[in-house]
C-alpha cells in the first residue's frame, strides 16, 4: 500500500508538468488551414480591384456588404457604419482590398464583445507581423470559418459585379447600322420617236397625145 502511494505521489508532478507543457502548445494551435485559404480569398479580391478603374467599385461593394455593422475603429471614438472612406483610409496605409475584407471581418464577428479590440488594434497587430490564424485564435475565435465565409461574399459579389461591367460595356458598343444605298433611278422611258410622215407623191399626168 505504501508503495503504491509513493509511486503515485511521484506521479502526480508528471503529470502536473505535462498538462503545463500541453496547455500552452493547446493555446497557440492556430488554423494553419483556414489561414492558407483565408489568404488566397484576399487576393482574389486583391487581382479584383487591382486597377484603379475598378478601386471604386470594389469598395462601394464592401461598404454595402457590411451596411448595418457597426465598428470600433479606435478605443476613443463611438462604434459607427463603415464609409467609403474608412476604406481608403486603410487603402492608404498600404493594405490591399483582400486585407481591408479580413480585417472588417474579424473585428466585426468577434466572439466575445466584452472582450473585443477595436479595429486599430488589430490591424496593429497584424502589421507587427501577427498572422491572422494566430490574431483570430487570440480574439477568441475557435477557426476562420466565419471570418472566411464573410471575406468568400465579398469576393463573390466583386468578381461578379466586375463581369457585369463587362458585359454592359460589350453591349454599348452598337454595331454600325448598315446605310441604305440609295434607290437606282428609274429608268427613263425611251422618247418615242415621231411617226414618220408619208407624203404620197401626186399621180403623174400623163401627157397629151399619148
Known sequence: MRRASKYLSRLAPLAVAAALIASPAAAQQVDVKGEKELTAAGKKVDKDGASPADSGRVTGKIVEQWKGTEFKFDTTSAPRELTAQDVQNLRQKGLGFGEISILLALTAKQPDPATALPLSEILARRQAG????????????????????????????????GADGKAEKVSKVDKTEKVDKPDKPEKVDKVEKPERIRVEKPERVEKPGR
Not at 490574431?135 to 466583386?158: D, F, I, R
Open 130 to 161: 501577427e498572422g491572422w490564424g494566430k490574431l483570430a485564435k487570440s480574439l477568441g475565435y475557435p477557426n476562420l470559418g466565419s471570418v472566411m465565409k464573410s471575406v468568400k461574399a465579398t469576393e463573390k459579389t466583386v468578381e461578379k459585379t
